[in-house]
């Protein structure tokens, strides 16, 4: 005999366990299934274990989609400060790293704790681990096997989150069950990933692995606007990550080359030419003002930037027309990566269940309007900085309040 329940959500994550609790608070009968032996392992390990779980700057500006505006109505109805207002009734600690970014002082482990305690106050039940093998339509709810026993419920929502991350459990499931359903899914990739390059290319960059610098990221998809940001690279043996890198992976497209502008707020032609006249400081160790001397060293070498033996040179002796080059080589460097670090190393996935299925105002399925997709499975993908924990948030409220009970 199958269990009936008002909910069943699938996935105990982020916007899992915020669409159950909204709706068990109001006074629904809901499930929640979960997969994994351990609750919410992505919030735990989330901004360095200390979870980034919001950004009070969101606008549906530091979100990709194929349909930009899809997230404007979810994010208005539920705001950062909402889920600040949740995690202060609490007394958990936080702290603004920058750029808007909100830590908890602690743990991570006091968000995950902080919505199974909103689960409990809604009466939510638990199958965990429990692992879902089929949904069937059945009525107008859905019929679960799973390998806790068969379920019935009149609404089914899935909030099984993106791929990123298979080592602590992320599945395709959604975008399978989206397809079983027919609806569309924008072809998925990892995001916010590192990205890599031809191993003989990169070998010159090699020793570089672990300098991190401050720089201005650009990439510019053909017949798309630039996209920019100002955020730390880091060197790596097979690539390049850091935030920066992370926030411009999201945009790039693979054979998409990206500029990196190693000198952001300074006209660094115009300052060399000005320093030099009388200066008798070798260039290298001038330009290690302004980087690490590593990474002058290597990258000027590796780049090939200027003539051989110039960064030994005394300032005074070295050509405008070199200072020039240098400048813009500094300025402009223009890399093809070819590919991603993929899902192993990504902390979300772009792309997902197409948004046009869906309702922006309850994240129910058009053709099925009791089958319900939330958080990053739905093609929603935010920058680095806790604006994916804020959708996922804005989404399962939005869910959870449209949820229908007897
Ligand atoms: C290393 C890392 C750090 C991150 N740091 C931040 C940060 O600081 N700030 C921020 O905003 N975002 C961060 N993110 C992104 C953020 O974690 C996700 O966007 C967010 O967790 C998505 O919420 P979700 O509920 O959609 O999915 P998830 O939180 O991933 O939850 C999905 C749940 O579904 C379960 N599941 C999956 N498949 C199945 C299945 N087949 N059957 C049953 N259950 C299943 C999983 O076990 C999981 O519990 C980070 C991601 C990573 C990988």
């Given at each position: 005999?199958?269990?009936d329940?008002?909910?069943?959500v699938?996935?105990a994550?982020?916007?899992?366990?915020?669409?159950?609790?909204v709706?068990?608070q109001?006074g629904?009968k809901v499930?929640?299934?979960d997969?994994?032996?351990?609750l919410?392992e992505k919030?735990?390990?989330?901004?360095?274990g200390?979870?980034?779980?919001?950004?009070?700057?969101?606008t549906p500006?530091?979100f990709?989609?194929q349909?930009p505006?899809f997230c404007?109505?979810?994010?208005?109805?539920y705001k950062?400060a909402d889920f600040?207002?949740?995690v202060?009734?609490?007394?958990i600690a936080?702290h603004?790293k920058?750029?808007g970014q909100?830590f908890?002082?602690?743990?991570?482990?006091?968000?995950?704790q902080l919505?199974?305690?909103e689960?409990?106050?809604g009466?939510?039940?638990?199958?965990?681990p429990?692992a879902?093998q089929?949904?069937?339509a059945?009525?107008?709810g859905?019929?679960?096997?799973t390998?806790t026993?068969?379920?019935?419920c009149k609404?089914?929502?899935i909030?099984?989150?993106?791929?990123a991350?298979p080592?602590?459990g992320?599945?395709?499931f959604?975008?399978r069950?989206?397809r079983q359903?027919?609806?569309?899914?924008?072809?998925?990739?990892?995001a916010?990933?590192?990205?890599?390059?031809?191993?003989?290319f990169?070998?010159d960059?090699?020793?570089?692995s672990g300098?991190?610098?401050?720089?201005?990221l650009?990439?510019q998809?053909k017949?798309k606007?630039k996209?920019?940001?100002?955020e730390?690279?880091?060197f790596?043996?097979?690539g390049?990550?850091?935030p920066g890198?992370?926030?411009?992976?999201?945009?790039w497209?693979p054979?998409?080359?990206?500029t990196?502008?190693l000198?952001?707020?300074?006209d660094?032609?115009q300052?060399?030419?000005?320093?030099?006249s009388g200066?008798r400081q070798q260039?290298?160790n001038?330009?290690?003002?302004?980087?690490p001397?590593?990474l002058?060293?290597?990258?000027?070498?590796?780049?090939q930037?200027?003539?051989?033996?110039v960064a030994?040179q005394?300032?005074?002796?070295v050509?405008?027309k070199?200072?020039?080059q240098?400048?813009?080589a500094?300025?402009?460097?223009?890399l093809t990566?070819t590919?991603?670090a993929g899902?192993k190393?990504?902390?979300?996935?772009?792309g997902?269940?197409d948004?046009k299925?869906?309702?922006?105002?309850?994240?129910?399925?058009?053709?099925?309007?009791?089958l319900?997709f939330?958080?990053?499975s739905?093609d929603v993908t935010g920058w680095l900085g806790g604006?994916n924990?804020q959708?996922?948030?804005?989404?399962?409220?939005?869910c959870g309040?449209a949820l229908q009970g007897?």
């Amino acid at each position: 005999m199958a269990v009936d329940f008002d909910v069943a959500v699938i996935g105990a994550g982020a916007a899992g366990m915020m669409a159950a609790s909204v709706a068990g608070q109001r006074g629904l009968k809901v499930v929640l299934i979960d997969h994994a032996k351990k609750l919410g392992e992505k919030i735990r390990i989330s901004g360095g274990g200390r979870c980034n779980f919001t950004n009070t700057g969101t606008t549906p500006q530091n979100f990709l989609s194929q349909n930009p505006n899809f997230c404007r109505s979810a994010l208005s109805a539920y705001k950062p400060a909402d889920f600040l207002g949740l995690v202060e009734s609490y007394g958990i600690a936080w702290h603004e790293k920058h750029k808007g970014q909100l830590f908890c002082d602690d743990s991570s482990d006091s968000i995950i704790q902080l919505l199974r305690q909103e689960c409990l106050k809604g009466n939510v039940a638990w199958r965990m681990p429990c692992a879902v093998q089929s949904v069937q339509a059945s009525g107008s709810g859905y019929a679960l096997a799973t390998d806790t026993g068969a379920i019935h419920c009149k609404q089914l929502v899935i909030a099984t989150g993106g791929m990123a991350l298979p080592q602590v459990g992320a599945t395709d499931f959604a975008l399978r069950l989206a397809r079983q359903f027919g609806l569309k899914v924008i072809e998925p990739r990892p995001a916010l990933v590192p990205l890599t390059f031809d191993g003989g290319f990169w070998q010159d960059f090699v020793p570089l692995s672990g300098v991190s610098t401050e720089v201005e990221l650009s990439n510019q998809a053909k017949g798309k606007a630039k996209i920019t940001f100002l955020e730390d690279l880091l060197f790596t043996h097979r690539g390049l990550s850091g935030p920066g890198i992370l926030q411009i992976s999201s945009y790039w497209q693979p054979g998409e080359s990206i500029t990196i502008n190693l000198a952001p707020g300074l006209d660094l032609s115009q300052t060399l030419i000005e320093q030099k006249s009388g200066n008798r400081q070798q260039l290298g160790n001038y330009l290690a003002t302004l980087w690490p001397k590593r990474l002058v060293e290597q990258w000027i070498g590796a780049a090939q930037a200027i003539p051989t033996g110039v960064a030994e040179q005394r300032m005074a002796d070295v050509p405008d027309k070199v200072l020039r080059q240098l400048g813009q080589a500094l300025h402009h460097w223009t890399l093809t990566p070819t590919g991603t670090a993929g899902y192993k190393k990504a902390e979300v996935m772009r792309g997902g269940v197409d948004t046009k299925d869906l309702n922006q105002k309850t994240m129910a399925s058009r053709a099925h309007p009791n089958l319900y997709f939330i958080g990053e499975s739905v093609d929603v993908t935010g920058w680095l900085g806790g604006y994916n924990f804020q959708w996922a948030w804005a989404s399962g409220v939005a869910c959870g309040r449209a949820l229908q009970g007897e």
